[in-house]
């Protein structure tokens, strides 16, 4: 009886009221979750020489991800985990503007711990596949795991309309998928369908650029390689493997 009044008491003390700060916990939760099992399916394919992964198993890692961010944080935030997804819902008048920044950020910021705890889960094997030595390009770059970088013939205009289409695709199919008016999808099933149109994008357009479709899951995790030893390559357009420009 003493136990059962012990944790009532504590759920009632660690019970979050505040509505904005439980959507922006359960958009921090979902979006590290969506972050840390992208990232993680980047770096076992990478460090282990790709035998023990490859693009397949990147791409389905990522789809999957998306599908469990939804389901974990969807009733509460709406589960947005990019801000062009909340950018978009500001334009439909979906979602207030005044929100909009505070998405952005928590989702940034959850997606940077989340590259820090790929960092700490892959530290030997990263270390190990680079020789010792935190690359942006050469044969063992190791900052792909974290961002995605161009393709060597890839433009600077190229790049920005690749990512421009491939990420209008996925807001106007998840918009599509949202309305009411259209064909629904079986209740409870909205996560497993957005995934399977992620990974069908991932699939036809990640050549490019790699098909990273958020703001957040690339500019948290780049901040992260900048202060975890990359250094400021990681924000130019080079020349070399996986990284082209001019």
Known sequence: MGTTS????????LRVRNQLVRECLAE??????LIIITL???AQKITSFETKGNLLTSYLA???AVMAGIYIAGGIS???M????????CLMEQFPWWKFPIFALVQTLASFISAGAVYILYYDAIWHYSNGTLTVSGPRETASIFATYPADYVSIANGFLDQVIGTGV???????IMDSRNKGVPKGLEPVVVALLVLSI???MGSNCGCPLNPARDIGPRLFTYVAGWGPEVFRWVEGKGRGGD
């Open 6 to 13: 012990f944790l009532r008491r504590a759920r009632g003390l």
């Open 28 to 33: 921090l939760l979902s979006t590290f979750v």
């Open 40 to 42: 993680s399916s980047a």
């Open 62 to 64: 990522g789809a999957l």
């Open 78 to 80: 709406g589960a947005h």
């Open 82 to 89: 990019n801000p062009a997804f909340s950018l978009a819902m």
């Open 170 to 176: 996925l807001i106007v199919v998840v918009m599509g």
């Open 202 to 204: 991932e699939s036809s």
